[in-house]
């Protein structure tokens, strides 16, 4: 059927035709309840009873659904009307890069980035477990916000079958080559193992890709012909002519990579879109001039690019010093490599260069996601985990390179990297970074609601160095990096995170301290130069360190750099003769599936995905979860029975921690959407039809853990000064109550299904504990746990709770009463939960019987390694090129 404009289909106001092809036609339509401009793909009516051809259709539609990427397009909806199925998708503007590639071959910029953006939203797949099968420049959109990967009406979650017999027709030619529904793919595309008659895996995808991205770098066709009969012996037996021939400025990686995604053997082709992504990303970076040299395996690449780098640097600064005293105008040459995480591990936020630029010192979790300090000497072939450092975080160097300071254990520690043991300097609650100067004094922040203080690096009682200021509303002083002439620079978190600030001040007059400039991470200081973020990009700027005032131009860097925002630092470090190391971001993917109390995994729901705070309606068929597209965090709500899900909440600010109410009509979620981007409480229908709410808001940092057995009050976590946090209840009159405040960091409530009961998380006792109080007044409240505890749920039933324990166990504890007291039998390990760690939320849910739970486990942690930069601040008068 073909449609009009101004008819509809349910709330969706057909526009017009944008284009049709063999899997129906798209229309530009209106979402009249929500007033945006939307996509609709039409399934035909001379196929739509068609059992088959629907059933494609589904796939279509649960495969789309299962992406949330931002280079991929966005599944809004799936509906039937008046017998007409439909998808309603985001609308793009912009043109196919099809239609651009008539123009003739990208500048080598364009093409790297949609390479990288493609490969990134075909990763993203891959993972999955889902293979597009129909990769091809009609299918990739080039929008203002960068490439978005089309149509997957051909992929599949996995190699069937019958979708082996369907390429063995045309690979046998029972039916001619054009028959509808017989290719499975666009010929000039296709790999050879599709043509021969096997079924398609995601190196079917990666061969496409390299048809691609030769395409673009060249303006030509990697295989071609006159008719499908010589294009399919150009893709058996031929190979097309080098990149650099048709395209003389690529450089010679670029050949390499195209035809190792070319290669004819599957086996002997390019693996992993992943590894596609980093090399092209590598180029990027460097570059037109980037190596020269064919590349050598990955892994083998990654040691030599270690050991040659590091050579290089250490010649580039004895040749730097030689150089300057001859007052030569030739800077040591700037040289960029990756140290990837070692088996087991991987990198998180917090890494540090050594002042000598030599090496690097890293905070990696293993599979027990417990931390531990990495350090990586540049001319090493591999690294090594410094002794005793568990729980390690935020560490700092000495001045001469030879030792590292560091939080662990609530004590500030160090190390010297030639061995031994660590030894302890002082007592700290919660570090937030320090510096370490050449009189053999530290400056560090203590906690996270504390100025600066000052140590001898061999121990002693610390001395306070900074001063909190009442009317800029100070909470914090953090992560200090001293300067030449006795100044520092650091890091100002306030009562409003919108006024948050870079500081300079002199260590002879600290009263005198000025703001910089507002920012939601700290700096650092090396070479002259004042190392930043802005606008999530890593820029350097000329910085006088006498003066404390910046001069000329910010100087880009890199982007997409890794940020741990609730701490005001971002995943960087500079040496002191201006080398960088930095880990780009890489949001944790997590799978949900559910697990019986043996562990036993039962089935998996939905595909791994950026996903965390899973809720579980009272009757135990809907689930609430905060999702990641790549650019925001919004509420979902999954009806777990059909398997169908809903967006909640659209808004460009931070939603998470979904809780029901107790008839599941409503969400309330903890928002930035309000006054000052503070963390407070809002509420909508968990439909997502309804207007979202305000039902508090304030200058704290807010979450809900639910609702009193009359669903009258409701039960937050609110931080009004971190890390001390307390329980509230608010009335149906809107007059907040607080219900506990034993003076420490109270954490995830949560309510029993019939409102009778509170547990909770407390550090009152020296670490996570796991408390439970009787509702509406909590008190007496007793501990549960016996060996550290977070994140609790009920059974339904109110008779047995369940937490995490410290090393990552499930536990189960029945609970009984003494009198109108809750109290705690004996716990009962249950699995191990491989969750997602948390000290906020719950990372899963229980069944309303108990017998299952709802785990939100790691998936992978993405292996992007650490990117250093040598000798980076030698160039940094003209603009860089990555």
């Known amino acids: 059927m073909t449609l009009k404009a101004g008819e509809r289909l349910g709330p969706y106001e057909i526009l017009g035709l944008i284009g049709a092809g063999g899997m129906g036609e798209v229309y530009k339509a209106k979402d009249t309840r929500l007033d945006r401009t939307v996509a609709i793909k039409v399934l035909p009516d001379d196929i739509s009873a068609d059992p088959d051809r629907r059933a494609r259709f589904e796939r279509e539609a649960k495969t789309i659904a299962a992406l949330s990427h931002p280079h991929i397009c966005t599944l809004f909806d799936i509906g039937r009307h008046d017998g007409t199925d439909f998808l309603v998708m985001e609308h793009l503007d912009g043109q196919t890069l099809a239609l651009r590639l008539q123009e003739g071959a990208l500048p080598l910029e364009d093409a790297l980035a949609i390479g990288i953006q493609i490969a990134h939203a075909l990763d993203k797949a891959h993972r999955a477990g889902i293979v597009h099968r129909d990769l091809k420049p009609g299918n990739?959109?080039?929008?203002?916000?960068?490439?978005?990967?089309?149509?997957?009406?051909?992929?599949?979650?996995?190699?069937?079958?019958?979708?082996?017999?369907?390429?063995?027709?045309?690979?046998?030619?029972?039916?001619?080559?054009?028959?509808?529904?017989?290719?499975?793919?666009?010929?000039?595309?296709?790999?050879?193992?599709?043509?021969?008659?096997?079924?398609?895996?995601?190196?079917a995808d990666i061969w496409a890709f390299g048809c691609v991205l030769y395409e673009m770098l060249t303006g030509t066709r990697a295989f071609d012909g006159s008719s499908p009969a010589s294009v399919i012996g150009a893709i058996m037996s031929s190979s097309p002519r080098p990149v650099q021939e048709l395209a003389p400025v690529a450089p010679p990686?670029?050949?390499?990579?195209?035809?190792?995604?070319?290669?004819?053997?599957?086996?002997?082709?390019?693996?992993?879109?992943?590894?596609?992504?980093?090399?092209?990303?590598?180029?990027?970076?460097?570059?037109?001039?980037?190596?020269?040299?064919?590349?050598?395996?990955?892994?083998?690449?990654?040691?030599?690019?270690?050991?040659?780098?590091?050579?290089?640097?250490?010649?580039?600064?004895?040749?730097?010093?030689?150089?300057?005293?001859?007052?030569?105008?030739?800077?040591?040459?700037?040289?960029?490599?990756?140290?990837?995480?070692?088996?087991?591990?991987?990198?998180?936020?917090?890494h540090a260069m050594s002042p000598d630029g030599r090496h690097i010192v890293v905070v990696a979790t293993d599979a027990r996601d417990e931390t531990h300090l990495w350090l990586q000497t540049l001319d090493a072939e591999e690294g090594r985990l410094l002794p005793r450092t568990e729980d390690a975080s935020f560490p700092f160097w000495s001045p001469n390179s030879d030792a590292v300071a560091f939080f662990a254990g609530q004590r500030l520690k160090r190390i010297d990297i030639s061995?031994?043991?660590?030894?302890?300097?002082?007592?700290?609650?919660?570090?937030?970074?320090?510096?370490?100067?050449?009189?053999?004094?530290?400056?560090?922040?203590?906690?996270?609601?504390?100025?600066?203080?000052?140590?001898?690096?061999?121990?002693?009682?610390?001395?306070?160095?900074?001063?909190?200021?009442?009317?800029?509303?100070?909470?914090?002083?953090?992560?200090?990096?001293?300067?030449?002439?006795?100044?520092?620079?650091?890091?100002?978190?306030?009562?409003?995170?919108?006024?948050?600030?870079?500081?300079?001040?002199?260590?002879?007059?600290?009263?005198?301290?000025?703001?910089?400039?507002?920012?939601?991470?700290?700096?650092?200081?090396?070479?002259?130069?004042?190392?930043?973020?802005?606008?999530?990009?890593?820029?350097?700027?000329?910085?006088?360190?006498?003066?404390?005032?910046?001069?000329?131009?910010?100087?880009?860097?890199?982007?997409?750099?890794?940020?741990?925002?609730i701490l005001g630092l971002k995943a960087f470090s500079v040496s002191a003769n201006g080398s960088i190391v930095f880990r780009r971001n890489s949001p944790l993917v997590t799978e949900l599936a559910w697990v019986a109390r043996d562990g036993r995994v039962l089935q998996e729901v939905g595909s791994p995905t950026v996903q965390t705070d899973p809720t579980l309606s009272p009757d135990g068929t809907r689930l609430a979860i905060a999702r990641h597209d790549g650019n925001q965090w919004d509420i979902w709500e999954l009806d777990l029975e059909r398997r169908t899900s809903t967006l909640v909440t659209r808004d460009a600010e931070e939603d998470s921690a979904p809780v029901w109410s107790a008839d599941a009509a409503r969400i309330v979620f903890s928002s930035r959407r309000g006054p000052g981007r503070n963390i407070n409480l809002y509420m909508t229908a968990s439909d997502g039809r309804g207007a979202i709410e305000p039902v508090f808001e304030g200058t704290a940092s807010m979450s809900a853990g639910g609702w009193t057995a009359d669903n009258q009050?409701?039960?937050?976590?609110?931080?009004?000064?971190?890390?001390?946090?307390?329980?509230?209840?608010?009335?149906?009159?809107?007059?907040?109550?607080?219900?506990?405040?034993?003076?420490?960091?109270?954490?995830?409530?949560?309510?029993?299904?019939?409102?009778?009961?509170?547990?909770?998380?407390?550090?009152?006792?020296?670490?996570?504990?796991?408390?439970?109080?009787?509702?509406?007044?909590?008190?007496?409240?007793?501990?549960?746990?016996?060996?550290?505890?977070a994140q609790p749920r009920w059974r339904r039933d109110g008779r047995e709770l369940y937490y995490v324990s410290?090393?990552?166990?499930?536990?189960?504890?029945?609970?009984?009463?003494?009198?109108e007291t809750p109290v705690g039998g004996a716990p009962q390990v249950l699995f191990p939960a491989g969750l997602r760690d948390s000290a906020f939320v719950a990372q899963y849910d229980v069944s309303p019987d108990g017998t299952q739970f709802l785990v939100n486990r790691i998936h992978r942690q993405s292996v992007d390694p650490l990117t250093v930069i040598l000798n980076w601040s030698s160039g940094a008068g003209a603009r860089p090129r990555w």
């Not at 990955?298 to 600064?317: I, T, Y």
């Not at 504390?450 to 610390?462: D, K, N, Q, T, Y």
């Open 140 to 203: 990739i959109m080039l929008t203002k916000s960068g490439a978005k990967l089309l149509d997957f009406g051909l992929a599949k979650a996995r190699p069937t079958a019958a979708a082996a017999a369907a390429t063995t027709v045309l690979a046998t030619g029972q039916v001619p080559i054009t028959a509808q529904g017989t290719i499975l793919g666009t010929l000039k595309y296709m790999a050879p193992e599709q043509l021969d008659g096997k079924p398609a895996d995601t190196r």
């Open 253 to 350: 990686l670029l050949d390499r990579i195209v035809r190792g995604c070319l290669t004819k053997d599957p086996e002997e082709r390019v693996q992993s879109t992943h590894d596609l992504r980093n090399d092209l990303r590598w180029i990027e970076e460097l570059g037109t001039s980037a190596a020269r040299p064919a590349a050598p395996s990955r892994s083998r690449r990654a040691r030599v690019l270690v050991r040659a780098a590091s050579a290089l640097a250490l010649a580039g600064v004895v040749g730097a010093a030689y150089l300057v005293g001859r007052q030569t105008r030739n800077p040591p040459e700037q040289i960029q490599f990756h140290v990837p995480a070692p088996e087991g591990l991987r990198f998180v936020t917090s």
């Open 419 to 565: 061995g031994g043991p660590p030894t302890v300097i002082c007592r700290v609650e919660a570090g937030r970074g320090g510096a370490w100067d050449s009189d053999g004094q530290i400056v560090f922040a203590p906690t996270n609601t504390s100025p600066l203080m000052r140590v001898a690096a061999s121990g002693g009682e610390p001395s306070a160095f900074t001063a909190l200021s009442e009317a800029s509303g100070d909470i914090s002083h953090r992560f200090p990096n001293l300067l030449p002439g006795g100044r520092l620079v650091y890091y100002a978190m306030r009562r409003n995170p919108a006024e948050n600030s870079v500081m300079v001040a002199s260590a002879r007059d600290l009263a005198s301290a000025k703001q910089l400039f507002q920012s939601e991470t700290t700096a650092a200081f090396a070479a002259g130069l004042l190392y930043f973020f802005r606008d999530d990009t890593l820029f350097a700027q000329r910085f006088d360190a006498t003066a404390g005032a910046l001069g000329g131009d910010p100087i880009p860097i890199a982007n997409d750099v890794a940020y741990a925002g």
């Open 713 to 789: 009050m409701l039960v937050w976590r609110q931080a009004d000064v971190p890390p001390r946090s307390n329980i509230r209840t608010l009335a149906p009159d809107g007059r907040p109550t607080v219900l506990l405040d034993p003076g420490a960091s109270l954490e995830t409530p949560s309510v029993s299904r019939d409102g009778h009961l509170l547990a909770y998380t407390s550090n009152q006792s020296g670490r996570r504990e796991v408390y439970v109080a009787a509702l509406p007044r909590a008190a007496p409240a007793r501990q549960v746990s016996t060996d550290g505890g």
């Open 806 to 819: 410290a090393i990552g166990e499930l536990v189960a504890v029945p609970i009984g009463t003494h009198g």
